[in-house]
């Protein structure tokens, strides 16, 4: 049996997505044996074990990257980082000779692989310099090849009954403004709508939030949840800052308001806009609570929240994509 490495990242900064990103590809990968390796970061094995029953084996120390692949002998390697380790690409690359393929969402970077796969809409984020021979590089682009985990498959999309608002501001929720946007809308709604938070491992406010909300009815705390794809179907609206959860969210067809964190995001939250599937309610930080207010009012209007379902369910198939990288590792 074949083998593939992930090497991937998660930290309180960048959040989550990246690792789960790659769950979600080994998950559906199990004709294939699977290894990670990351940085020393300690929460990540537990974030694979919750998030996946697969048998997946561990590499903790990603500079240790040449006794790693001198015992493991992979025959793909899998990228998946905020922040590229061109070094170590390049020493895989050109000195391993080990069939590479690349994931991201940004652009801007150099690098060497087989195969690069970019799976947003934005134009500005598919700009990218390579060692390798570019004409010899496969290129798969689009929201087709998004890695959805399995639990996505087969939940009951969208239930138009609940009156919950999810407030997902990433696994870390960097900017620490899960409970200003919890806040401000009882403030202003009062007990129209019920509140769920989810706070990711990396999230360094769990313990304010449970003290805060302890008595509040109104609220609920979910942490370190593995059925996030349930919470989300039961939900009315989601608030999310424009990360990968934004692609999950549209096959599931839920209603979003966009409060973007990092300029990626932003542009990502414009993208979304143009195809009819978000709403955006400014910067996390700054944003103007009168422009959540009018968002949540407009995706209380039924016409208006089946036009963004339908325009979500369109965006993301789940499917074409998983199947063209299984091709393609498959003739390999």
Request: net charge neutral; glycine share 6%.
């Amino acid at each position: 049996m074949k083998k593939i490495l992930f090497l991937t990242e998660a930290n309180s900064e960048i959040g989550m997505g990246h690792i789960y990103q790659s769950i979600a590809l080994a998950e559906n990968l199990q004709e294939f044996d699977i290894y990670f390796a990351f940085p020393d970061f300690t929460i990540i094995p537990d974030i694979i074990k919750n998030a996946t029953s697969n048998n997946i084996s561990f590499y903790h120390n990603i500079l240790n990257i040449e006794a790693i692949v001198n015992n493991l002998k992979p025959d793909f390697v899998f990228y998946n980082f905020r922040n590229f380790p061109e070094g170590i690409n390049k020493f895989l690359f050109f000195d391993k000779k080990i069939k590479t393929i690349v994931y991201d969402d940004i652009g801007g970077i150099e690098l060497a692989c087989n195969l690069l796969v970019n799976y947003t809409f934005s134009k500005k984020q598919k700009k990218y310099s390579f060692y390798s021979s570019k004409e010899e590089t496969y290129f798969f682009s689009g929201a087709d090849f998004f890695p959805l985990r399995k639990e996505f498959y087969g939940i009951k999309k969208y239930n138009e009954t609940t009156k919950i608002i999810t407030i997902f501001m990433g696994g870390s929720d960097r900017s620490n403004v899960s409970d200003k946007i919890a806040d401000d809308i009882l403030n202003h709604f009062g007990n129209k709508f019920s509140i769920n938070i989810i706070a990711g491992k990396a999230n360094k406010n769990i313990q304010s939030l449970r003290t805060k909300y302890l008595k509040n009815e109104n609220v609920k705390i979910f942490e370190n949840i593995s059925n996030i794809a349930e919470v989300f179907s039961k939900s009315y609206i989601v608030i999310n800052p424009g990360g990968s959860a934004m692609y999950e969210l549209a096959f599931l067809g839920i209603p979003v308001i966009i409060l973007w964190e990092d300029e990626h995001e932003k542009e990502l939250a414009q993208d979304f806009n143009n195809k009819g599937f978000s709403q955006t309610a400014g910067q996390c930080e700054t944003y103007k609570t009168n422009d959540l207010y009018k968002n949540i009012e407009f995706l209380s209007d039924k016409k208006n929240r089946e036009r963004q379902k339908m325009a979500g369910m369109q965006l993301v198939d789940g499917k074409k994509g998983l199947t063209k990288i299984k091709k393609y590792l498959s003739a390999e």
